[in-house]
C-alpha cells in the first residue's frame, strides 16, 4: 500500500475522509508519515465507528506489523494486535503506541501527534 505524506500543523494532522478512498469504508486504513519525521503510522477503521491511529513498530522486538482483516500481524515472530493496538497474542508484553484521532461531524479525523496514549 502507498504511504502517504502528510503535513502536520501544530503537532496534527488533519485528514479529510473523503480525500481518502482506502478510509471510507468498513476495514479501509490509510498509512502515513508525517512529513520531517520517520514516523510511520497506520491510520485504520474500527468496526464499531471511529479511527484508531497506531505505530505498526512491533513492542516486540521492533518489526513492522501487517494488517491482516480485523488484526495488525507481527511477520517476525507472530505478536498479534488488535486495530486499535491491544496486544491479542504474544510475545509482545505491551500494545502498539497509539494516538487521539477525533472525527468531526464533517468528516475530518484530527490526529493529535504529540500525545501517545500508549
Ligand atoms: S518483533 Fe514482533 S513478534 Fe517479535
Redesign the pocket.
Known amino acids: 500500500m502507498v504511504i502517504t505524506t502528510v503535513t502536520p500543523v501544530a503537532g496534527r494532522v488533519r485528514l479529510r475522509i473523503r480525500d481518502y478512498v482506502t478510509l471510507d469504508r468498513p476495514g479501509g486504513y490509510l498509512k502515513i508519515r508525517p512529513e520531517g519525521s520517520n514516523t510511520l503510522l497506520y491510520v485504520l477503521a474500527l468496526e464499531g465507528g471511529g479511527y484508531s491511529v497506531v505505530s505498526p513498530v512491533?513492542?516486540?522486538?521492533?518489526?513492522t506489523?501487517d494488517v491482516q482483516g480485523r488484526r495488525l500481524l507481527?511477520p517476525?515472530?507472530?505478536?498479534m494486535y488488535g486495530r486499535d493496538g491491544r496486544v491479542l497474542r504474544g510475545?509482545?508484553q505491551a500494545p502498539l503506541d497509539r494516538f487521539p484521532a477525533e472525527v468531526s461531524s464533517d468528516g475530518v479525523i484530527t490526529i493529535d501527534l504529540e500525545r501517545n496514549l500508549s
Request: with cysteine.
Open positions: 512491533c513492542k516486540h522486538l521492533g518489526c506489523v507481527c517476525c515472530h507472530g505478536s510475545p509482545t
